[in-house]
């Protein structure tokens, strides 16, 4: 009787662990959660991450400078696939992110860190290299820019934080 009921817990406990981790990693199958906005890391179980100096994808815009207001195209280019990402425009002086993205490609979904549409995530686990976005340059001055993006080539290798080069905004003093 008492291995009958050792069994059943061993076979319930079983069920509970891969319920939660299925439905864990199924939430990430459709974009980045809330709780990476600030430091762009993906909560999965035992990542591992890469040095953001040595990867596959750059993340760059055909513009030096922008104005209060301007929209800004933005290219992720990867040599590789991958399927999950998290991008934002964040302010060189005291990197808090800035800006909405008002253009996105097919797989990806805005998401609300801090105000509506200030970052994209994947929509989908789909495999992804090239994207395209637009980012939309707040009405105020809110100074120089960088563009991040954390990449996740599969559910345990991952790259955080790869970033652009510097926009500046145009009619500073």
Not at 136 to 142: G, L, R
């Amino acid at each position: 009787m008492e291995d009958g009921r050792r069994a059943h817990s061993a076979i319930v406990g079983w069920a509970c662990t891969t319920l939660c981790l299925v439905s864990y990693a199924a939430a990430f199958s459709h974009g980045a959660s809330l709780s990476a906005c600030t430091d762009m890391m993906p909560r999965h179980l035992r990542v591992q991450l890469h040095s953001s100096t040595n990867n596959y994808v750059t993340v760059h815009t055909n513009m030096s400078f922008y104005f209060p207001g301007d929209k800004v195209p933005v290219t992720v280019r990867s040599t590789r696939d991958y399927m999950g990402f998290m991008l934002q425009a964040r302010k060189v002086s005291n990197n808090e992110i800035a800006g909405t993205f008002i253009f996105l490609p097919p797989g990806s979904k805005l998401l609300t860190c801090f105000e509506d549409s200030d970052t994209v995530t994947h929509s989908d686990k789909s495999l992804k290299r090239n994207l395209s976005f637009v980012w939309k340059a707040p009405d105020q001055p809110i100074g120089d820019i960088k563009f991040f993006i954390s990449i996740v080539q599969s559910y345990f290798v991952y790259w955080a934080k790869i970033e652009s080069a510097v926009v500046a905004q145009g009619g500073q003093n």
